[in-house]
C-alpha cells in the first residue's frame, strides 16, 4: 500500500463524487458528529437541518469539520477532511438567493433530506419546526489516499 497527500482540486473533485459526510462541531470542549448528506459548489458544502443540537453548536461557535471517506477494500482508500465556518441561510430576504441555490443543489439527489429531518425513531420531527439550509464555507481542506502497490 502506498499512502500519498492530496491536492486542493483532487480533494474537491472527490467531494464532488460523493454523498455521505461526517460533520463535527464542538461547543465547551464536548465534540459532537453527526452524518449529513451534502452538496458542494464554489468552496461551500451545502446541507440541511431541522432545529438541534448540531444547530445550537454550530451558532454557537461557528467552526466546524466534516470528514467524507471511500474504502475500496482494506488497502485502498480515500480521506478527505474540510475546515471551515458555519453560515446559516435563514429567510432574510438577502439570503434567499443563496438558500434557494442549496436547495436546488440537495434535490437533485433522492432522499437528500434525509438524515436531517429524521429523529432516531425514523420518523420525520412532528414539532412543527421549521427546516433550515446552511454550509460550511471551506477554509481548509486536506486529503489523503492509500493505493495497493503492485
Not at 461551500?44 to 432545529?51: E, H, L, R
Request: aromatic share 10%; proline share 5%.
Amino acid at each position: 500500500m502506498q499512502v500519498q497527500t492530496m491536492s486542493r482540486l483532487q480533494c474537491t473533485k472527490f467531494l464532488e463524487t460523493q454523498r455521505l459526510g461526517y460533520l463535527a462541531c464542538a461547543l465547551n470542549d464536548r465534540p459532537y458528529v453527526v452524518p449529513i448528506y451534502y452538496a458542494l459548489e464554489n468552496n461551500a458544502i451545502y446541507s440541511f437541518s431541522m432545529p438541534g443540537k448540531k444547530v445550537d453548536i454550530m451558532r454557537a461557535n461557528p467552526q466546524a469539520a466534516m470528514v467524507v471517506e471511500q474504502f475500496s477494500d482494506n488497502r485502498s482508500w480515500t480521506s478527505v477532511m474540510v475546515q471551515g465556518h458555519y453560515e446559516e441561510l435563514s429567510d432574510d430576504a438577502d439570503l434567499m438567493v443563496e438558500r434557494e441555490r442549496a436547495w436546488s443543489l440537495l434535490s437533485k439527489y433522492a432522499n437528500w433530506w434525509e438524515p436531517g429531518a429524521l429523529k432516531p425513531s425514523g420518523a420525520p420531527a412532528e414539532d412543527h419546526s421549521h427546516p433550515l439550509f446552511y454550509r460550511l464555507v471551506i477554509d481548509e481542506v486536506v486529503g489523503r489516499e492509500a493505493v495497493n502497490a503492485t
